[in-house]
Structures are given as structure tokens and as C-alpha cells.
């Protein structure tokens, strides 16, 4: 049973626009999360995360949000870009736990010019 | 230079075949971390080692074995290699006390005829 999920295999969004990935988390023991990055051929690069003390966390164009009460948290990319097109994971990791990180399926994100 | 090395980048070898992945890491890393990723299930952890006498089993690890020879060196062994465990393969190192963002080498593909 997953306990990361990214429901949305595939995103597309228009240049300038703005791109939103969705998570979702099962495990209300999870106190931190992490948006990484994938392009092709490389391995996922760290992009942004987010406290579970926080509700968002800024970072230039990206911007991670977290609705403890619903699980949720998205990541907000404005503006999108040609070069963002990558694969997105969303990661996390529980309180107490021995800093492993539990991973969703990931989001590809195209962002057409 | 990378930070975080593995070799071979891509390996084809048939059913029964004992395997070697490798990872080397310059980044002065404690916590090294062997991760499989397959099509709609993002990235599961494998093996994980916080030093060089400490070894634990991930999600996955039937099947594989893990040696750390030195804290720059993780090595993922397939004793006897099957088809399904086709995959891209990670390692990925992090440091400190607090300090979730793991670091990814570029992965190596693996296939198993």
C-alpha cells in the first residue's frame, strides 16, 4: 500500500503558466516533505521541502504547500518554463524514523513553448 | 566532477548472473542509499547504511545484498539475477543530523534476460 501517492502520472501546462503537482500521504506520522527533480538520464535532484510546521515554503518560482488536515501538499511552479519538463517525486520522511524517505510514483510535467 | 558516482551506467547480464552495482561519493557523506525504480512505483528503498559497520534492510531487499566498504564506497550485489529485477537503480548519499535531502548519483540500468 503506498503511502505517497501521486495520482497524476503526466501533467501538461503552456509556457508562463502556472504548473501545480499534487500529493497525497497516508501516514500521519510524516513530518517533513521533499519535491525532487528528474530529468532524463539523471538522477532526481532536490527542488524544495517543507516542515510539517510550516504550510508553505517559498523558493523563487516554486512554492510548496501543505494541508496537514487533508494530507495534501502540491507544488506550485509560476512561471513555467521549457527547462522545468521533468519528472516530479514527492517524498517524506516520518517523525522518529531513521531519516528514510518514502517516495511517490512521480508526476511528468511537460511544459509546452 | 559528480558528487555521487555509479558504475556501470547501464548493464544487460542473464538469469542467474551474480551482479555488482557500484557507487562512490565525494561528499564526505556518512548515509549512503541503494534505491530500484520501476514504472509507476517511483522510488523504493532498497538497502541504507548510516556508516561503515551499519547496514539495514530497506522496503525491498529480498534478493539483494549491500557491502560498504569505505564511507565513500556502497556496493549493491544480485547474488543471482532475475528478470524482474529489471530496473533503474540509485544510490544516493546525505550528512548530518537534520539533514533529510539525500543526494542522487545518476542511476544505473539494469537488465535482466
Known amino acids: 500500500d503506498q503511502q505517497v501517492k501521486q495520482n497524476s502520472p503526466s501533467l501538461s501546462v503552456q509556457e508562463g503558466r502556472i504548473s501545480i503537482l499534487n500529493c497525497d500521504y497516508t501516514?500521519?506520522?510524516?513530518?517533513?516533505f521533499l519535491w525532487y527533480k528528474k530529468y532524463p538520464a539523471e538522477g532526481p535532484t532536490f527542488l524544495i521541502s517543507?516542515?510539517?510546521?510550516?504550510d508553505k515554503n517559498e523558493d523563487g518560482r516554486f512554492t510548496v504547500f501543505l494541508n496537514k488536515s487533508a494530507k495534501h501538499l502540491s507544488l506550485h511552479i509560476v512561471p513555467s518554463q521549457p527547462g522545468d519538463s521533468a519528472v516530479y517525486f514527492c517524498?517524506?520522511?516520518?517523525?522518529?524514523?531513521?531519516?528514510?524517505?518514502?517516495f511517490g510514483s512521480g508526476t511528468q510535467l511537460t511544459v509546452l513553448p | 566532477d559528480a558528487d555521487v558516482t555509479q558504475t556501470p551506467r547501464n548493464r544487460i547480464t542473464k538469469t542467474g548472473k551474480r551482479i555488482m552495482l557500484e557507487c562512490s561519493q565525494t561528499?564526505?557523506?556518512?548515509?549512503m542509499y541503494w534505491y530500484r525504480q520501476d514504472p509507476g512505483l517511483g522510488l523504493r528503498l532498497i538497502y541504507y547504511?548510516?556508516?561503515?559497520?551499519?547496514?539495514n534492510k530497506g522496503e525491498i531487499s529480498d534478493g539483494y545484498s549491500v557491502s560498504r566498504q569505505a564511507q565513500a564506497k556502497f556496493s549493491l550485489s544480485l547474488e543471482s539475477a532475475i528478470p524482474n529485477q529489471t530496473a533503474l537503480y540509485f544510490c544516493?548519499?546525505?550528512?548530518?543530523?537534520?539533514?533529510?535531502?539525500?543526494?542522487f548519483g545518476p542511476g544505473t540500468r539494469l537488465t535482466v534476460l
Open positions: 561528499k564526505g557523506h556518512d548515509r
Open positions: 517524498a517524506a520522511k516520518a517523525s522518529g524514523s531513521a531519516r528514510q524517505l518514502t
Open positions: 517543507i516542515s510539517s510546521i510550516k
Open positions: 501516514n500521519s506520522m510524516f513530518d517533513y
Open positions: 544516493a548519499t546525505s550528512g548530518g543530523e537534520g539533514l533529510d535531502e539525500q543526494f
Open positions: 547504511s548510516f556508516d561503515v559497520k551499519d547496514i
